[in-house]
């Protein structure tokens, strides 16, 4: 199933840019064609970089994998249902 992008600021599609492998990171969700998690993108992002700043990590990656990144944590959290802590 190809989900579009929610922002619409990459033009691209989720699925194009986030794969989930289980021979790849245990399965974890990464940029396609690569072993770059989205979790080090978001942990990035949550350290106070900016897509720049990730790109110049990580080269090989275009701002359109950041974003479809993001788009996918925040679909992944649109559909999880979330149990407050105590």
Avoid at 4 to 28: F, L, N, Q, T, Y
Avoid at 34 to 39: F, N, Q
């Amino acid at each position: 199933m190809t989900v579009p992008i929610g922002s619409g600021k990459g033009g691209a599609e989720v699925e194009e840019r986030v794969s989930v492998d289980p021979k790849v990171c245990g399965g974890k969700p990464c940029i396609r064609g690569t072993r770059i998690m989205v979790k080090n993108i978001l942990g990035m992002i949550a350290g106070g970089y900016t897509i720049e700043r990730i790109l110049e990590a990580y080269p090989e990656l275009t701002r359109e994998d950041v974003v479809g990144a993001l788009d996918y944590a925040s679909q992944v959290i649109d559909e999880e249902k979330v149990i407050r802590r105590a």
